[in-house]
């Protein structure tokens, strides 16, 4: 079987000069839920662009499903459903009528009630776009790209905004269409729902990607599986390598006067780090430890947390 998207050496430059996508290699299997993260500026949107056919690649070389751009675009248009961080939608139309116009671009839509029954849209069929909620709004988004029957859906930060029930609603909405063999390319600015949704994912700064893997592959990857937060007063300024000289610590991050340890057997870091407090004559006012997340993965890969403009 075909990988469900790839390409090669992907390259994209713009007035000749910038370089917003730079060799990047990507393989994203058929059936699985595959998460594209990255800071903003990274070449993640003109990368997903690309591999939607809204922009010519300056050189490389992108297939999805077998086929390509150039020679299937028709036929590519058929297998991809596209839902935007922002769809704009008429709101003098009804949901039946707003998704029975997308339905009316392809050849074998799917039927129009049972795309609003599994959106939980039903009740609000006859209702105007301009009177949904916002949760509803993105629901209704997600399906006018489920109409077509698609199989590949690309969902560009779905849940952005929403209350965490309706985030919960989509991500049933998104497990349930990779249970029926769909396959899924995911942006999100949460890392608790591409953790949570993603087979595998990778992420990109400077136009390449830098780190590829499942969520808990990534996250084995800083080397220790936990962290101690920390805040000390009184100390005059304990330089970082004091506390990375800690044993069982793997790396250190400071931020905002809170010491970030990652640590691999925290019963060893823990005691330790409460002993140096106190020979340092500094007081300790916080202490927390948790487990190691795919954020502590972006921060530590980027030097920038996902958010951040």
């Not at 000390?232 to 044993?247: D, E, K, Q, T, Y």
């Amino acid at each position: 079987m075909c990988a469900a998207i790839q390409c090669r050496d992907l390259r994209k430059t713009y007035d000749g000069k910038v370089e917003a996508v730079r060799g990047l290699n990507l393989e994203i299997e058929t059936g699985e839920c595959f998460g594209l993260l990255g800071p903003n500026g990274a070449g993640k949107t003109t990368t997903i662009e690309i591999l939607e056919g809204l922009l010519e690649p300056t050189s490389g070389a992108v297939s999805i499903l077998g086929y390509t751009w150039r020679e299937n675009e028709r036929q590519l248009r058929e297998w991809l459903g596209i839902s935007l961080q922002e769809t704009r939608l008429s709101e003098k139309l009804t949901v039946r009528e707003t998704v029975d116009l997308f339905a009316s671009f392809y050849r074998e839509p799917r039927s129009t009630d049972d795309v609003l029954e599994e959106l939980q849209l039903t009740e609000k069929a006859d209702s105007w776009v301009g009177k949904l909620s916002g949760g509803q709004r993105q629901r209704l988004a997600v399906a006018t790209a489920l109409v077509c029957n698609p199989k590949i859906l690309f969902l560009d930060e779905p849940t952005t905004g929403l209350d965490p029930q309706s985030r919960r609603q989509l991500w049933d909405i998104i497990r349930e269409f990779q249970r029926s063999g769909g396959t899924v390319l995911l942006t999100t600015h949460y890392m608790d729902e591409a953790e949570r949704l993603c087979d595998r994912l990778a992420i990109v700064d400077h136009g390449q990607i830098i780190a590829e893997g499942t969520p808990q592959d990534l996250i084995e990857r800083l080397g220790g599986h936990h962290v101690v937060e920390f805040v000390v007063s009184g100390n005059n300024g304990v330089a970082l390598a004091a506390w990375r000289a800690l044993p069982s610590v793997e790396s250190v991050r400071e931020e905002d006067g809170m010491v970030a340890l990652n640590v691999k057997e925290p019963h060893l870091a823990i005691p330790a780090l409460l002993g140096a407090v106190e020979k340092q004559g500094g007081q300790l006012e916080h202490l927390t430890t948790r487990q190691a997340s795919l954020e502590d993965v972006f921060v530590r890969l980027t030097g920038r947390h996902l958010r951040e403009e």
